[in-house]
């Protein structure tokens, strides 16, 4: 099946595959090709897709995707292929969500608590999103 998957600022693949799994905001979701149509929302999370017995890993932050029996496609708000993931960046996102998470925990404004959970979340997925890939 044909896999589309965008941003708005860029194509991240665009690839004949043969299984895929997302992030959907229900849990994750496995699509095989002949799948039943369905929309899909999307959450931050991993996906994978495999060609062959290869696999592909990516991080996508929320979203829809398009499932259809013979082409899916993926339209992220944000996402990167897991080369793309610049490690370094998401270490320092990591450890200033957790800063931050610290200074909540003192002040207790709920605000500040959800920012900076969410800055948490999208650290940790793109670092495992790496990781998954390297041990492939
Ligand atoms: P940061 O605090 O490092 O900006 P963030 O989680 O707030 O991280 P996002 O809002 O999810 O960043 O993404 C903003 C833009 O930066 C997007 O284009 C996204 O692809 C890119 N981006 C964010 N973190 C990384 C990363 N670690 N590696 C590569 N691109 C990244």
């Not at 996508?60 to 339209?75: H, K, S």
């Not at 999208?122 to 495992?128: K, P, V």
Request: aromatic content about 6%.
């Amino acid at each position: 099946m044909r896999l589309e998957f965008v941003t708005p600022e860029r194509l991240i693949a665009h690839e004949e595959v043969d299984e895929l799994q997302l992030p959907g905001e229900e849990g994750s979701l496995g699509v095989l090709p002949g799948h039943t149509p369905m929309l899909v929302a999307l959450k931050v999370g991993e996906m994978w897709y495999r060609k062959g017995s290869e696999k592909f890993f990516g991080y996508v932050g929320f979203g829809f995707a398009e499932i259809l029996p013979d082409r899916v496609t993926i339209l992220a708000r944000i996402a990167e292929k897991a080369d793309d993931i610049d490690l370094q960046r998401a270490e320092a996102a990591k450890r200033r969500a957790e800063e931050q998470l610290a200074e909540v925990k003192r002040s207790g404004n709920e605000a500040d608590y959800e920012r900076a959970r969410l800055a948490l979340l999208r650290a940790i997925t793109r670092l495992q999103v790496s990781q998954h890939a390297r041990r492939r």
